[in-house]
């Protein structure tokens, strides 16, 4: 029986980790059907099998609802059938050893996943730098490698802001590079596509793009809400949460407890974001990978429906006194002055849409054809995701102090 052989990097990030749970889940009782090759760095006191099997427990188990013993099951498929590569973008040679690129040589993959990337909105010139290095030079490194190998599909996955700053609708096969960015994540991941393009011209290997819009956790699979990186609109709430404890000191309960915060934000009470959530992501790209025949190449694997986030998320904290503006205050207080040095500067550029659907996505609900449903991200569902994010602190420790007036009201 042919055994399916499939790739993924960036395995222990947040879609990595949802695309192989996603398989486990369809192939759990019939894993000799399937061979995972999954690419990863070693952490500084763990090898990546070891992470995996970290992150199966912690985590995967939930997705795949397993019992003790199919959990005990699956380890040891995890243990002795799956194959384990080490692989760092930022290094000469991306990290992966001549053996291990001998033994990729004697494989027939069915699908190639790379999702692995570097994410910040940053414009330093070193997140500039590391951008370039991994998503660009990383991903060419990459195709250099695999132009040798058997691979059926390759598939990348991009960004939706990947085309930059749009005032109308565009394709998901658009690479002009004559645009605006709003910053050098964006730049790097439309510089990765045209290498994409290139490297299936060049060497006749099938290539798909998937350019995925705000991640978030999921909201099909268990555990709801479950995510791991708390960045995008997960970080732009974290502001808030340090703001908001610095000002009502730490022997109060910190989401319950209102608080008033003299704040003008750049944006509106109907500023928008595009968010899907991680589980689908994984199913989407998943289901169109495994039609026989795909009519597309290029894919906006985004939401129908936008997000307004800013109200919702700061009813969820309890914070109240803050007013829209349409550009940044001349003279501001000193929690502006926080504000638009850290994630106002990052996501001011991403606030400005108030509900406009920029992203063509018919090539992907064509390919779909009603399989898997998109999760609307509406007042409902975003709950949940904070929900999740709360009982994590949105990934802070605490106490995080922030040098603001310790008053309320400041």
């Avoid at 006749?204 to 350019?211: E, L, M, V």
Wanted: hydrophobic fraction near 35%; glycine fraction near 6%; aromatic fraction near 12%.
């Amino acid at each position: 029986m042919h055994k399916n052989t499939i790739c993924i990097t960036g395995v222990t990030g947040l879609l990595g980790r949802n695309i192989f749970f996603e398989y486990l889940k369809q192939h759990r009782n019939n894993l000799n059907d399937i061979q995972f090759v999954l690419f990863g760095r070693d952490a500084k006191d763990m090898l990546l099998k070891e992470r995996i099997r970290e992150i199966f427990i912690d985590d995967g188990r939930f997705y795949l609802d397993l019992s003790e013993n199919e959990l005990e099951k699956i380890l040891k498929y995890l243990d002795e059938d799956t194959l384990y590569i080490n692989m760092d973008l930022e290094k000469e040679n991306i990290g992966i050893s001549d053996i291990d690129v001998q033994i990729l040589s004697t494989l027939d993959i069915t699908v190639f996943y790379h999702p692995g990337a570097y994410t910040s909105f940053s414009d330093s010139e070193m997140t500039k730098d590391k951008v370039d290095t991994v998503n660009t030079i990383g991903t060419m490194k990459l195709l250099n490698i695999l132009k040798n190998l058997t691979i059926k599909r390759f598939c990348y996955f991009s960004s939706a802001f990947a085309t930059g700053l749009l005032s109308q609708k565009v394709s998901p096969s658009d690479l002009k590079v004559e645009r605006t960015f709003r910053n050098p994540y964006e730049h790097s991941k439309l510089q990765a596509e045209l290498l994409v393009r290139k490297f299936e011209e060049e060497h006749g290997i099938p290539s798909y793009i998937f350019r995925t819009s705000i991640l978030a956790g999921r909201l099909m699979e268990k555990n709801i809400g479950q995510i791991h990186k708390y960045d995008v609109f997960y970080g732009w709430t974290q502001f808030f949460i340090k703001a908001k404890q610095s000002l009502i000191g730490y022997d109060e309960d910190l989401y319950d407890t209102p608080v008033r915060m003299n704040i003008r934000i750049m944006g509106s009470e109907k500023s928008t974001l595009n968010i899907i959530s991680a589980d689908y992501a994984a199913k989407a790209s998943i289901e169109i990978m495994s039609r026989s025949n795909i009519h597309y190449s290029s894919f906006h694997l985004v939401n129908t429906n936008e997000t307004e986030f800013i109200i919702p998320i700061l009813e969820f904290l309890n914070i109240e006194g803050y007013t829209f503006v349409d550009s940044i205050p001349q003279t501001l207080n000193k929690t502006e002055k926080l504000y638009y040095k850290s994630v106002g500067r990052l996501f001011n550029n991403y606030m400005q849409n108030e509900g406009e659907q920029y992203f063509d996505c018919s090539s992907l609900l064509k390919s779909l054809d009603g399989k898997v449903d998109c999760p609307i991200v509406d007042r409902d569902n975003l709950k949940l995701l904070l929900s999740y994010a709360k009982k994590k602190n949105f990934g802070l420790s605490m106490p995080q102090y922030i040098n603001f007036e310790k008053q309320k009201g400041a």
